[in-house]
Nanobody, 118 residues
Framework: QVQLEESGGGLVQAGGSLRLSCAASGRMSSVYRMAWFRQAPGKERDFVARIGWSDGDINYADSVKGRFTISRDNAKNTVYLQMNSLKPEDTAVYYC???????????WGQGTQVTVSS
């Protein structure tokens, strides 16, 4: 079992920045990838960014490349998402997720709301 708790969401004006944190606990030895997804009102959940827990391999959705940065602190079991140059279309609930099995993110946090005003 892996438990995930997000923090750092809030209200920010367009062009501003926020940093999300995801504190993970439990069987971290089984985790090989962590990621952020988001879900805007009335839309499906979309991939934002992911990072390999051991190798640090990183990938981003095209919509956030150059603006968002994912990072990890293995000693603290924490993943971060630094979000800069925020746009109203970034408004969503952001979820931290973990993968311990192939082809499926099988652990999800409760989510944290990010609202970007124009």
């Amino acid at each position: 079992q892996v438990q995930l708790e997000e923090s750092g969401g809030g209200l920010v004006q367009a062009g501003g920045s926020l940093r999300l944190s995801c504190a993970a606990s439990g069987r971290m030895s089984s985790v090989y990838r962590m990621a952020w997804f988001r879900q805007a009102p009335g839309k499906e959940r979309d991939f934002v960014a992911r990072i390999g827990w051991s190798d640090g391999d990183i990938n981003y959705a095209d919509s956030v490349k150059g603006r968002f940065t994912i990072s990890r602190d293995n000693a603290k079991n924490t993943v971060y998402l630094q979000m800069n140059s925020l746009k109203p279309e970034d408004t969503a609930v952001y979820y931290c997720v973990a993968r311990t099995i192939p082809n499926q993110y099988n652990y999800w946090g409760q989510g944290t709301q990010v609202t970007v005003s124009s």
